[in-house]
């Protein structure tokens, strides 16, 4: 299903959406030599005129961000054409989504993670309909979504307990489910929460 072929409000939405990202093809390639890099992916998912965001639990047997909760995404290979191509690649990877059902719609500022030090850049797909999923299990514990509306509500906002030598830090999160969404995901998703139109019924005001 072509995003263009959507009734005029979810048309409407993406697309002011994507007048407030990044062209996707902006992303530069990355350069040898300017440190670890990666792309993630924050997957809109659209079932009965819903949005729903997908999200990602990572193994507990992998090596770094063990058992947080992540977009799918991974590490920027020599090989990919550019960042986009490394997100795509990484989600069909981790999760079996097929590049060909994502609408990306382009990309947004991001962040490098605390402590590994890997500059992350996201972009934003567009998927209709539930897609058949498959966790690749080295390094996917879960595969899980979060309606949109309730990742902006305050009833869903709480503190998430880090325990790090000893020391116990509290960092804000999204707890939802019985999943926790702190960190550098805490902060994809409230960047991507700003730049969302507040409402599809208000698009076509101008809003």
Known sequence: MNIDDQIPPLHEYFDRLRRRLTPAESAPRPRTGNGRVAAVLAP????DDAIEVLYTRRSDRIASHRGQVAFPGGGFDRRDNDLMATALRETHEEVGLDPA??????SFPGRRTF???IDVTPFVGVIYGMPALRADPREVADIFTVPLDALSDPRYRGQHQVNRDGTASGYPAILYGGQIIWGLTYHLTLTLLELLPRARTETSRGS
């Open 44 to 47: 809109l998912i659209v079932r």
């Open 101 to 106: 059902a994502i609408h990306v719609l382009g």
């Open 115 to 117: 402590g590994t030090n």
